[in-house]
């Protein structure tokens, strides 16, 4: 594997790649980048917590749509309070990321 990939985004409804919306893959794990900003991290590591920017995971309607798919969230379950019930549960970790 390359030190870094770059791919953006593509649209789970009609498969087209997205404008500005990318994941970058590293040897520790996968990034989520919006427009300039990383919004969140996967590691590689199955023991090792989603992490998420704590000032900028949620800081649009746009952002968060991604970002549901991004972590795989099932279209039923895509919401603002199901991700802050990970946050508490501790299973998601807010750091900073930028």
């Known amino acids: 594997m390359k030190t870094i990939q770059v791919n953006q985004m593509c649209s ?5 790649p997205v404008a500005n919306q990318f994941k970058i893959y590293t040897k520790k794990g996968v990034y989520f980048q919006s427009y300039s900003t990383i919004i969140a991290f ?4 199955f023991k090792g917590k989603l992490k998420l920017d704590k000032n900028y995971w949620d800081y649009s309607r746009t952002t968060l ?10 279209h039923r379950h895509r919401s603002k309070k199901n991700i802050l019930k990970l946050i508490q549960n501790k299973e998601i970790i807010l750091t900073n990321l930028n």
């Open 12 to 16: 789970q409804r009609t498969g087209n």
């Open 42 to 45: 996967k590691p590689h590591d």
């Open 65 to 74: 749509k991604y970002l549901y798919d991004f972590i795989s969230i099932n």
